[in-house]
């Protein structure tokens, strides 16, 4: 059924304002992009290596994590766990990590690598009440 009810003027500045809205959102999130990344290992709970992200630079790093060896490995801007002696290599099997807030653990280790980046702390993923 058609509803002949005509737009009124009022009608076209609440559109104008919502399309206003939504380009202003659109615009800020473009501009929040973060232009540095770090990659962070955590041993048992203290921060062990803070690494920048985005030369392009290799590097493997081996640290004795509470109960045995992990290799981490760091390639341009992501990383990832590569070889740990646990019972299950979960964190193994999680993979190549690169954007913001994504985080890899080994738990038998109590090791944890995490992707970080200026005004990352700031940003909220959720509020429960």
């Known amino acids: 059924m058609r509803s002949n009810i005509p ?3 009022g ?5 104008a304002a919502i399309i206003a809205l939504a380009c202003a959102v659109w615009i800020r999130l473009a ?3 973060t232009d540095q990344k770090y990659g962070e290992i955590w041993v048992d709970g203290t921060q062990y290596q803070q690494i920048k992200l985005g030369g392009g630079e290799q590097k493997t790093i081996v640290l004795q994590g509470k109960t045995a060896e992990v290799t981490i490995e760091v390639d341009g801007s992501r990383m990832r766990f590569v070889s740990s002696r646990c019972p299950d290599h979960t964190c193994e099997r999680t ?3 690169s954007r913001v807030g994504q985080t890899a653990v080994c738990l038998p280790n109590r090791v944890m690598i995490k992707i970080t980046g ?3 702390e700031r940003d909220v993923d959720a509020v429960v009440q």
């Open 31 to 33: 501009l929040m992009q």
């Open 7 to 9: 737009l009124k003027a």
């Open 118 to 120: 200026s005004g990352a």
């Open 11 to 15: 009608d076209f500045v609440i559109f």
């Open 95 to 97: 993979g190549w990590i």
